[in-house]
């Protein structure tokens, strides 16, 4: 190791011992510290947005899925199968039978079960907004 009282390796310092030897310049870290702290500031949003956009879609989700519980179904709803919702005006009502083949009420939207639990429209097959 180095001791920086040794001059005798003066090219191994990490400074000049003479006045002849080359300048110490300080680095600019108010430049860093700018450029650097925008960087991370822009990251922190781009996160903090896109948690945001991941919570609206779980409560989206957490209501449809609240729909479609509660509403009157007399079967066991199977893992990947799509179902269809509709609004009898008093109440939804699930069903098996494809809206092309029945128009007795208002179709709403078409939900697959997932193995989750949970009821994910399935895309391209809504017909107005479920969120109540």
Do not use: C
């Not at 650097?36 to 903090?48: S, T, V, Y």
């Not at 948690?51 to 449809?64: F, H, P």
């Amino acid at each position: 190791m180095i001791s920086l009282d040794d001059t005798s390796k003066p090219n191994l310092l990490p400074y000049g011992i003479s006045s002849n030897a080359p300048a110490i310049s300080l680095p600019d870290t108010d430049l860093f510290k700018s450029e650097r702290g925008a960087n991370a500031g822009q990251f922190f949003e781009d996160k903090l947005r896109q948690l945001n956009d991941e919570y609206d879609r779980l409560v989206l989700l957490a209501k449809q899925t609240d729909i479609v519980y509660n509403s009157r179904y007399n079967f066991i709803p199977r893992v990947g199968q799509v179902y269809h919702l509709y609004n009898t005006g008093e109440y939804y009502l699930l069903s098996m039978i494809e809206p092309e083949r029945w128009d007795k009420y208002e179709f709403v939207a078409s939900f697959r079960f997932t193995a989750d639990n949970i009821w994910e429209i399935d895309h391209g097959q809504e017909a107005t907004d479920t969120t109540g």
